[in-house]
């Protein structure tokens, strides 16, 4: 777990050194505080981050935090279903305040909202039956006509995957919490995706899937929280994080989710 965390404290000082404004008098904490609650948008197929449990509620590090992150606030949470593909126009159209779940920085997002200070560091690796973790190690052993990626729909692996591979058929496979049983049932050869969650995936598959041993991640990213634009919002979030990752109280729900 330390990769994915590795850097972040420097990162975070850095971003969080950010002094209080004074509320705008339409802005978004304050028309938070006044309607008593935080919407929350999130896909729930993504784990560790958000995802459902058995019984149908949300579950993950990100949905621990953003329960936090509300009574941080003094408000409730309203947790408010999105996809990979609709998110950001979801988040446009204003349905809710914060989206998180394991979300990427990039400069779509960015230029939407606000992003918080990171709670991830982490890039693309591919994920494969174990009998195949030896052929699919760069970009270019996968980018074969005979191997099949399967990816979901919408989100950054889907991009990784239209730019990096030309020659390998994709499939789009509409459900990401079923999208590694397509690998397993020898229906795809590989999928390209966060580092956590192929190690992740690899972990829950028991000894079916392994996350491929490639030199180095593919790409490098950083997933934070995307915000409604509005410096207090901004910085109330980004002094809550901080002390989130300072204190271990992230990593801990992070830990607790991979279990």
């Known amino acids: 777990m330390r990769r ?20 705008a008098a339409d802005g978004a904490l304050q028309a938070i505080k006044q309607a008593g609650v935080l919407r929350v948008g999130t896909t729930g197929d993504y ?15 990100d949905i ?31 349905k809710f305040d914060v989206a998180l779940g394991g979300i990427t920085v990039n400069a779509d997002r960015a230029a939407a909202g606000d992003f918080s200070v990171p709670n991830v560091s982490d890039g693309k690796r591919p994920i494969a039956r174990c009998t195949d973790k030896d052929k699919f190690t760069t970009v270019e052993a996968i980018d074969q006509p005979t191997t099949r ?12 995957a239209r730019q990096s591979f030309t020659k390998a058929p994709i499939e789009v496979w509409p459900d990401n919490k079923t999208i590694f049983g397509q ?25 079916v899937l392994c996350a491929v041993p490639v030199a180095k991640p593919f790409t490098h990213f950083e997933n934070a929280y995307l915000l409604r634009k509005d410096p207090a919002l901004k910085a109330a979030v980004d002094q809550w994080m901080t002390t989130a990752l300072s204190s271990g109280a992230w990593k801990a729900k992070l ?5």
């Open 149 to 160: 990626v399967v990816v979901n729909p919408g989100g950054t692996n889907e991009k990784f």
């Open 183 to 207: 690998i397993a049932a020898n229906k795809a050869d590989v999928m390209v995706t966060d580092g956590i969650e192929a190690d992740l995936q690899a972990k829950l598959s028991g000894g």
């Open 47 to 61: 784990k560790p981050f958000s995802y459902k449990g058995a019984d149908g509620a949300l579950v993950g590090a």
């Open 255 to 259: 830990d607790g989710a991979m279990q």
């Open 4 to 23: 994915f965390l590795a850097g972040l404290l420097v990162s975070v000082a850095t971003m969080a050194a950010v002094p209080f404004h004074a509320q």
């Open 64 to 94: 621990e935090m953003a329960k936090d992150l509300a009574t941080s606030l003094g408000v409730k949470v309203e947790f408010v279903p999105t996809t990979w593909k609709s998110l950001l126009e979801d988040f446009k159209a204003e």
